[in-house]
């Protein structure tokens, strides 16, 4: 079996993750959206990163074309990610549309390289002397990882190995300048470091392993200043909180968390534990997101999670996901999966319009239709507005190709295999062949995941086989109960855990879960001041959005939720892309235009009926306002 | 009589201000806050100017020390701010125990400034080849704008001139290097506009007005790089909005103003009057506050009045209250005088300890009593903590003596004077002799304002004498009923409004006003989604809030006020220098430490008194958290 995911062969896990390639989704949610990507994205981002020079930088430093290079710190690294997208895309199953393109652009890095390895366009055309020069700001060791990335999953998908070992030969250009008894340094961008652990698990070559631990070493030793926005403020052992860009520190703790399973560690799973406690309990957004600041376009305080002025990059809560699958693979704990689900269903499918092709750089919880607030938060046009657009190609683009390669990859963290037992994670149409103990295990999930709780798994062995099949029990899910084979329901089960049932197998056995999905109304911690005396709700893992596309004539600022109103629900096809939506009656509010006044003046003037969308489908329609928090009547 | 207010002699204007030193206050929360101004702020903050070496500066650009200077581009203003706050202390009537220091002051300034006229430390040493040469950044035309403020003042409440020919002689020195026919340039910190034609209206001197004039139309022609920040994106007339660093925006503001009053020029009273609407419909905390953001110090966006993460710097409070003064000297409007009077009593009082000598920077509406939120906000330490400091001096210490000025020089806001009007803007113990038609009319407040609405004003004329009396009748204020000579009441009279009592008044007339306050629960607009679902508790003009320290045992985040229980209120002599103190039962909410949680968590277990103090006297005793904004239950 090809090894395709990201994370194999570790020394600290619960389990393997399965091959994406066995895995095979039916319709679902989930696979409209990779549809999607597969049909449009690939090929519009592909043509983007030709239209904005990313791939002509390739042509010029292959010496295939004359031209000034485009010179984005980062641009390589967005061919990288869209290399990859194609990987997972092939290695998953789809058509390998894309592969001749790819194979056409791996051969001009291949061209681009230097011959000490080295390759980053922006200084091969400068040449060596802006080389490694300046590690807080440029993005070298960033593209590096993300070339690695793009290799190794590109081997795995295809079983070619000319980009891998073009990244083997940077690493190993890498591993000559930086190390114990080279130069200090490491990258005011993390991400080489989960990428040489992975150079390493495809390779064996040990010094890629080395060389990622010396770079995690590094930080808290003033190598980039000390600096706290770029995670440089303590060495990593010492930092307990999630502090400075969002993404860069989601992706230091990727890092960290594969050195962890490689090396055992204890005290990298301390801090690992420590700023998961204080993300999940102080400072990700209900939907998934990270990195509260426009500022910095990083985490804030404690309990600082804004709704319109916050930031919530497309890219963090990726970040998250990868985080929270590489915890969840050490330790096998449902918490970590909880995140994933919500940052997907929320905050990281939010990125993405409907037609593939736009996508929003931020994921803020409100927007009062007015704009983009981006220019007001000292950021580029483009962020911050009710529109996704194609604009951050012609500047940063970092989330749309690590949506393509998110998208693509799903299929890979939906089960998870270990000697005994098969995981399964994830919940949505699917049937995959998983190989246990010797045999092959098909697995069909049937279920309208998430919109419907039922879960019906069919497990079918070559004989009987006796394993543990662990279901996720999700966190937000109470009062489920599975039953085997049509028999007596089990009791009620724990939400946020792992249900195991043990027994032998055989072709035929039937397990049914039932996750109730009623619409709650979910409350912020008193501290989130921002939310006082406001409501998400949230059905299943999907958080919802009043838009007021929905609601003509009526301000939805002026709508309050009744908190003993019930709230209906109601699957929609032809809506979205297919969606559930909630409906409910609510109070409409008076009062006038001052800025403040009694509060007599805003009581209820009347009734309206709130129609809420899922969040991650918003700015999809007429654009105009939106909120994720809404006031709440008769706490 | 001496002219001792700033504004005066002006073409468009309603009234002449009183002049301060003929109005005498009696006991009030003012005139104890004056009292420390007078008795330990001058003298702290003289010592402060001395240890940080501002003063020192002098001495070496006057060749009377040797040593470095201490080259902050803002150092010198602060001097020129406590000299002006000398002279307003001198002028309204305090002994004059700073007057020695503050003349030694004024001979090294003077030894000090070049031949030219030039005046600015860091410059001097440097000599001439940095003169001018970086309006955006540097604050030589903002602290020439200082030197000319306290030379005004220093004239009118001392009638010596030598600091006024000394700023007369760096004005021709700025009106030499700029102009029309000179270069083009303005100030990337507005103060000087006003400071000019303040300088016009005591010399006399036109090219000053001329100046002031010139500086005021180079915004929006790109001499500041066009940036928002600091209000170069458009030419005055086209911006309607309140944009960009706040304090810079309102000294603008405060320019226009008076440009206004001298030239009469309607197209600059309609973009003034197009940004007090945006200031105080969409970006004014409920304080007064102004500027929410920490980045930039800044406006925000419509509607984005954070309470935690607010910024509100003092000086912006500050500067507020001075265009809200022109803004009423020109027109007569009492909504002015609202915003002055909210600005006073919360956000601006609220920046001095009860001692005098600590200081906020910052003023938010919130604080979690965890330390300072400076750092995390991209600003150094010291503001956004919940300790007041003396830390300002050794970096930025613009607001320190700008509180000092405001605090001495109150009295003249006082009262308004024109040929056949006396205008009472402001309520508190006093007795002013007030020059109306020749005569002295001695009138006498009795009042325990702010914190109790009746107001026992006596008219003493020398003879009958015809005027009419103009009470303001604030915003907040229903039901007023006005008694003259304790004869039938008025009927009651609008909010916000000048009231006219015209008659021949003589000796022994009396006027009794009562302004009801009962307290009240203030609704934000619901596009200021901070407050969604809160309200701030307010008396009179004191805006309330909820401090840890008076709620041993009980996190006050699980408070939630009842929309139907009794608030309570009482004055209390021994607290916090004397306030009125409310107290209400409040819900006691449930709920875990999750981040997020179902609302039935969240629900009341219990009740509990909530205790509410003044805000502007927050953070004077045991440090921990605040709220002006609480929840409240069943709206």
Redesign the interface.
Known sequence: MSKITEVENSRVKSFNSANMGRVKPGDSLIKRRRDVNHAASLQHQYEECERTGRIDNFRITAGVKEGELSNRLAADSDVYKWIEAVAFDVGSGYPPEMKEKADEVIDLIEQSQEGDGYLFTPYIVDRTAKRWSNLVSDHELYCGGHLVQAAVAYHRATGEKKLLDVAAKWADCAADRFGPNAHPGTGGHPEVEMALVELYRETDEKKYLKLSEFFIEQRGKGVLNGDMKIQDHLPVREQSTMEGHAVRQLYLLCGIADLYSETGDKSLIDTLEKQWSNF???K?A?TGGAGAR???ERF?????I????GYYETCAAIASFMWNWRMLQITGTAGYADVMEKALYNGILSAMSLDGKKYFYTNPL?H?G?GS?SE???KGPGRGSNRRSTSHWDRTACCPPNMARLLAGLTGYIYGLNEDSIYVHHYLENEATLHVQGADVVITQKTRYPWEGEVELSIDTPGELEFSLKLRIPGWSKNVHVNINGREPSEAIEPETYFTVTRRWSRGDRVVLNFPMPV?????????????????LRRGPVVYCTESTDHPGI?I??L?LL?DAEIGFEYVEDLLGGVVVLRSEAAL?G?T???????E???AVGRAELTAVPYFAWANRTPGAM?V?M?????
């Open positions: 999940t309990g102080k990700m209900v426009y500022q910095g804030g305080l404690d309990y600082e804004p709704g319109r002025t409100e009062d007015c607030i007001h938060m000292g709650e109304k979910v409350a912020a911690h008193p501290r989130v001041t921002d939310n006082s005396g406001c409501v998400a301000d600022y002026n309050s908190e509010n009062g235009q001052e800025l403040y006044e009694p509060l003046n805003r009581k909120r928090w006031p709440i009547k008769h706490l």
